[in-house]
């Protein structure tokens, strides 16, 4: 890169976001599924407090919402992706793996990652009235994992960007209904407490890197 002067912003975070426009039809479909789901199944203990976290198999139990999420998503992050070593002609697709998330009053999700896969998407399915109303919680936070480090030095500082602005260590998203948001998966993220009177459901999804051939997306 080039610098003359002044201040360059290094390392740049991609963070994706799209509404699908039939969400509409999707999204009744996909509640009914995981709320069935969920009346059967206890779920898993991950990073959710107090919410129900489905099994990983969503891809499986999903039907055509799962897949049409999992195509968008994969479709997504391929155009934000390069086969650097092929880049007119990727090597490699997406392995999805998919879960839901059920968020009643006080439900929400710890700091975490998730290692092992390359990009990571959540899609909202119902957002319990938080979109509307931010006195209800239930953002998701993308978290800086190089500002703890910082504070640690001098907690009142921030460093500013080429606005002039101090740079935020956090980035806040208010979901709403067919919002889908995708980072990378090595970013840690969380899900502020939910403290509407509704249900807040999302579809988590991980994309995987596989070789042409063993893949769906």
């Known amino acids: 890169m080039s610098v003359q ?11 994706l976001v799209t509404n699908l426009p039939d969400a509409a039809v999707l999204n009744p479909q996909l509640r009914t599924l995981i709320l069935a789901r969920r009346a059967t199944h206890p ?6 407090i107090n919410g129900w976290h489905s099994e990983t198999d969503l891809a499986d139990w999903g039907g055509a919402p799962a897949r049409r999420l ?12 390069r086969d650097l070593a ?3 002609a990727p090597r490699f697709s997406w392995q999805p793996k998919m879960w839901a998330n059920v968020s009643e009053s006080g439900a929400a999700n710890a700091a975490h990652a998730h290692p092992g896969a390359y990009w990571s998407g959540v899609y909202y399915v119902d957002d319990g009235g938080c979109g509307a109303d931010p006195a209800l919680g239930g953002e998701l936070c993308l978290i800086d994992p190089r500002y703890p480090l910082v504070q640690q030095a001098a907690p009142d500082l921030a460093y500013c960007g080429a606005d002039g602005k101090p740079l935020r260590a956090e980035a806040i998203i208010r979901p709403k209904p067919g919002m889908l948001v995708a980072f990378p998966s090595w970013l840690q993220h969380s899900v502020r407490p939910y403290r509407g009177t509704g249900t807040r459901i999302s579809i988590a999804i991980n994309l995987s890197v596989a070789p042409h051939g063993r893949a769906g997306q």
């Open 5 to 15: 002067s002044g201040v360059a912003e290094l390392f740049a975070t991609p963070m």
């Open 43 to 48: 779920g898993l203990a991950h990073s959710n």
């Open 70 to 81: 999992a195509s968008a998503l994969g479709e997504m992050a391929m155009r934000h992706t």
């Open 86 to 88: 092929s880049p007119g």
